[in-house]
């Protein structure tokens, strides 16, 4: 077991990660918060909560509520914006024995170019980490993740203003054909994907005869949405050639290896981390043991390995 | 501030509070005690109950109502999913505890300081008067709908000068409204302190007060919370920054300020009256 | 309280219901499996399992997997052909004095609208339900409501060969615009939409290396995906005219508000039958009780009703 | 046959067997009997935690061990989330269950009748062993893999002729399929009866035999379940249904046949060993 040293490579940029179990943007800060309760550096790599060029203060309050195994979330990319966090967060990260990955949020093509350009520049990061669930404010505001083309023009965008960078474009399960999708971004110059984001949900009090949201509509994540995520991490992986970092529910070592299993290269861990603080550090540790119990002598032989 | 741990505890017993015959509505939990480095009164802890949960995914915030090297107290009311789970807690079980968490009521040795509890707002307070250098500066008005017995006042009584109030009627409550104002102009006359601790329309109610009478007064806010280490920005509430954080003795209220949403979780629960909207 | 007859016009035909809680197709077997559990006309209607021309024996086993608050199916449409159903479940059924309701599957749009004509013609059936999350065989094997132009052929299919018979379409929530799909069937003449189906996922063993299903992939239901079907319901009656029932998680009379407050018209108990057999007549006979503890005096009132 | 109804049934109590140190994978739990009018032995019930579970959705299969006046006896392995969550009921704990389901294992007074028990599937003999009209023409072998007082076999064996084997090794498990096949063919020659519960693997070693030396022989089987009432159709099994249902004595095996996919809740859980494929 031992090492356990994830490498992606696609399209020509390359990632390597400390071992499959990152965190998941938006669900474990900027990673400072969680210093308590883990090493960050033995986790396989860190995405930051989503990143705007300027600052954000996202939606109004309620932005989450519980649901059956799940949660709903529309914080609406409340962020520091570049600047606040090249300055004050990622100096304090340990970027030399983890990987920082930058999770990005733009409304235009051209602004994630300039986003991406900047942070291609800037020193101790690992790797973007391309939020295509934005709203395209230009086009009509319905998100770029859910048209082949929109998602392969930022994809593109991204890519090339990030010189030698490794790109990863995080999916959106809200669509017809995620494979479609996910062959536009590998088409566009993708490294790998991420798969996937939340899950479009909404919720009501019966009381207040209010949404649960002060936005309607949110983002359903949690154990509830990992059939989803399973069946999407199944689809991309037989339908591209670059790596798919699995997303969706994981909160078990269990949860990781069904991932890997089912064909992804890496995962993250998102909602398991505001259940429990923590969880993707005790779900990394715990990998290898998790391993050996079910006789699995090397994620390399597991990934894909699914019988049918 | 305090390093926040996070660690399985072990219930010693759960204490139900007042006597009426049917399930207790108030219930004083005792727990096995994290190994906390420090605390400070009006910090918090989330709890959880182990294992899988359909209902509920996250911890539940708690303050902190005392703790000693023997054990943890939390003083709850069983009043939705996971609380009324607490209140079937046995001795023995094991629940996930992580904090100390947030930022602390302001402790001033010397300056007069009114707690206003409303309900379980009181919670904080049994700490706060157990802790506080001179105990003597100390006093308190609760207002509460329940039979007195039904919370942690005698152990606060013994401590400091506290004042009950029970509302039953929109008449007792206007009563004890009015008190609150007369004795935050007192506060403010004497350039005391007021901490306040209780449901949100109770915090406005003080809040109006202490823009009106200027008096510098924290609010314990009871914000619904995700993850409570300020990472999933759930519980976040808007704040005027440049508002001095600690505002001079004479009370400057801010106005225009531009607001930022600060997490709850970290940045509070306690927020000065004139930098948080509520 | 008292009579909560719940009408449903949509495109020139209605349908009458008993009240507003219906079963959802597929869980509810023929109805017959559940005459120990409760009296069927308590209920306000049931959808029989999808019902194909002939007989069809299903997937190979496994078909059913738990998940987080949830279950995965792939049965197959495993059912007994129209002339059975017709033979010997039907006249089993109190169909005077509760709506019965046809689920209705097929492979291309004529055979829709053969099975449509012979139902048509049939005694004691109240209306239809058009199951377009069936493959398309023709045209490669998508599923019909996964396009907005397949959706409407089949709607008209339907439509047309019924007759005066109500006309409800099963919405799939498996696509990037629910609500395109919903005005497709509209515009076909649908009488009213029935929202949703289960959510594609799958779910793997770790032991055996294989999937939780034989199938693989499956249908995600239960309360796991109430908070999709809620917003996919809040969606669609923004978007038609015509009434929506509402379905995905219901489990208490309280979901069954929460279906209403967001614009349902009627709902149906799915997964919860499984769980508890009487969990439908459970839910219809505490309806106005719950109704009364919230302060609701008529569905019509609450219904739509979502302050935000 | 029978009408099934549900109910919430009380926990009595909860008996471990087997006195090994650890956590009882055995258990016989006692429940308060449900108002049925009639049973057959071989039918089974659902059995669900009340509340909501984020783990497990559906109820549970299992075989009625013994139901009298005063109660209902569920004899259970701790193998699984439920079943492990089932080991911690206590006296007083409320759930639900519904039955009696399925068909019953075939009763012939006369008919010399070989059961044969495999671990856990032990627990529907008993019901049967208890209520047979002439249990002396009843015999049984039962192969386990732990201690005999893990499993109910005193009280088998009080009302019939029932061999235990252990099986701690290869040649334990040879020597008991060897015995088997020996008892299937006895009862072959006599026109008699074999009925058989126990693992899957077990199952198709019986349905073997049966085939071969064309002995009558039920099966009970052992399959996944949703709903247990036939509806949701997840626990089919592919069944031969142009073999008459109750084959003649001299066991005409079926070939060639028709399979049907028939649920094993509603259908069986009992099947003639010709008919079914496993
Ligand atoms: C810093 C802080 C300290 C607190 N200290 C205490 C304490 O010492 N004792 C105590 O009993 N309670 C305290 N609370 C409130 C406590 O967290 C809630 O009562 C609890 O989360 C309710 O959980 P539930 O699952 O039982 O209720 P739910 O089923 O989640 O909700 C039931 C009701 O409670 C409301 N509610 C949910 N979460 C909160 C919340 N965080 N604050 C206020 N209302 C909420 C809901 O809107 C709903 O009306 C504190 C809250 C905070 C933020
Ligand atoms: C008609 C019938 C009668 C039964 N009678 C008894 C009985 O008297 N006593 C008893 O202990 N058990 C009995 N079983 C088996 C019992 O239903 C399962 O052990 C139980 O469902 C496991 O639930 P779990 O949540 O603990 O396990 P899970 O966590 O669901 O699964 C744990 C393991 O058990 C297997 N399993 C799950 N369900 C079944 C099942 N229905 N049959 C076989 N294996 C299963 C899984 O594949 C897995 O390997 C019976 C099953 C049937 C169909
Ligand atoms: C509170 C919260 C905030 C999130 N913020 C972001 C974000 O800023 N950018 C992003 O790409 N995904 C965001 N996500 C989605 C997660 O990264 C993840 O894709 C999703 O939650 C599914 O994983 P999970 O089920 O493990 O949580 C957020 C999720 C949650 C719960
Ligand atoms: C076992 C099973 C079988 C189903 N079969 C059908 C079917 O034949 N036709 C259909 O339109 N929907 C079918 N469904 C979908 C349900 O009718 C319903 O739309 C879905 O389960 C969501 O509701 P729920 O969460 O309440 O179960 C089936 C669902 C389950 C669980
Ligand atoms: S509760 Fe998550 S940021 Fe405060
Ligand atoms: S368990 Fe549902 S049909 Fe048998």
Chains 1, 3 share one sequence.
């Not at chain 1, 890519?159 to 088409?187: D, F, H, M, R």
């Not at chain 2, 399985?8 to 006597?19: A, I, M, Q, S």
């Not at chain 2, 005392?66 to 789970?85: H, M, N, S, W, Y």
Request: proline share 7%; with cysteine.
């Amino acid at each position: 077991m031992g090492k356990q040293r994830i490498t992606l490579s696609g399209n020509g940029r390359t990632l390597v990660l400390n071992n499959p179990v990152l965190t998941a943007s938006g669900t474990f800060g900027y990673g400072l918060e969680y210093t308590p309760f883990g090493n960050l550096a033995s986790l396989g790599g860190i995405v930051a909560k989503g990143l705007s060029l300027l600052p954000r203060q996202g939606n109004p309050m309620p932005r989450i509520a519980e649901t059956p195994s799940g949660m709903l979330n529309a914080v609406g990319l409340q962020n520091c914006g570049f600047d606040e966090f090249v300055k004050r967060k990622l100096p304090k990260l340990p970027h030399k024995d983890v990987p920082v990955i930058v999770n990005l949020y733009a409304t235009s093509p051209a602004e994630f170019a300039e986003l991406a350009g900047k942070l291609a520049a800037t020193e101790g990061i690992a790797a973007l980490e391309v939020n295509i669930s934005c709203p395209n404010v230009k086009e009509g505001g319905s998100s770029f993740g859910q048209s082949a083309t929109m998602a392969a023009k930022v994809t593109e965008a991204v890519v090339n203003a990030s010189g030698t960078l490794p790109v990863l474009v995080k999916l959106s399960p809200n669509v017809t054909s995620i494979t479609e999708i996910a062959k536009a971004c590998e088409g566009a110059g993708a490294t790998a994907l991420s798969c996937i984001n939340t899950v479009t949900g909404m919720g009501v009090d019966l009381q207040s005869k209010r949404p649960l949201l002060a936005n309607v509509i949110g983002g359903l994540s949690g154990p509830a949405i990992k059939p989803i995520a399973l069946r999407c991490v199944w689809e991309v992986t037989r339908a591209v050639s670059i790596p798919v970092i699995g997303i969706g529910g994981i909160s078990t070592p269990e949860d990781v290896l069904e991932f890997i299993l089912v064909g992804a290269s890496a995962v993250q861990v998102g909602t398991a981390n505001i259940a429990l603080p923590d969880a993707a550090f005790r779900i990394a540790e715990a990998l290898p043991h998790t391993m050996h119990k079910y006789g699995i002598s090397s994620l390399d032989e597991l990934r894909g390995g699914l019988k049918i | 501030m305090s390093y926040p741990i996070l660690s399985k505890e072990t219930v010693l017993d759960l204490v139900p509070f007042g006597n009426s015959g049917q399930e207790a509505e108030f219930l004083a939990l005792r727990l096995s005690p994290p190994a906390w480095k420090e605390i400070a009164p009006g910090q918090f802890v989330m709890l959880r109950l182990s294992g899988n949960h359909g209902n509920h995914i996250w911890g539940r915030p708690f303050s902190i109502c005392r703790v000693t090297p023997r054990d943890l107290v939390i003083f709850f009311q069983a009043r939705g999913r996971v609380t009324k789970e607490m209140a079937k807690l046995r001795p023995g079980d094991v629940i996930d505890v992580w904090g100390p968490l947030g930022n602390s009521l302001r402790v001033e040795k010397d300056t007069p300081t009114l707690l206003l509890a409303g309900g379980i707002g009181i919670a904080p307070f049994v700490e706060y008067a157990h802790t506080h250098p001179a105990p003597w500066n100390l006093s308190m008005e609760f207002g509460h709908r329940l039979p007195l017995d039904c919370y942690p006042f005698d152990s606060l009584n013994e401590k400091i000068d506290a004042a009950p109030h029970r509302e039953n009627t929109v008449e007792d409550r206007d009563r004890f409204i009015a008190l609150m104002e007369k004795r935050m102009q007192e506060h403010a006359k004497a350039k005391g302190l007021v901490l306040a601790c209780g449901p949100t329309p109770f915090l406005r109610t003080v809040q109006t007060f202490a823009l009106k009478h200027k008096v510098r007064t924290q609010l314990a806010l009871e914000t619904r919370m995700g993850c409570g280490v300020g990472a999933c920005l759930g519980c976040v509430v808007q704040v005027a920054l440049k508002a001095s954080l600690i505002p001079p003795a004479d009370s400057p209220v801010c106005k225009g300020e531009e607001y930022h949403n600060l997490q709850t979780c970290t940045c509070g629960p306690n927020f000065w009256a004139h930098q948080v909207k509520l």
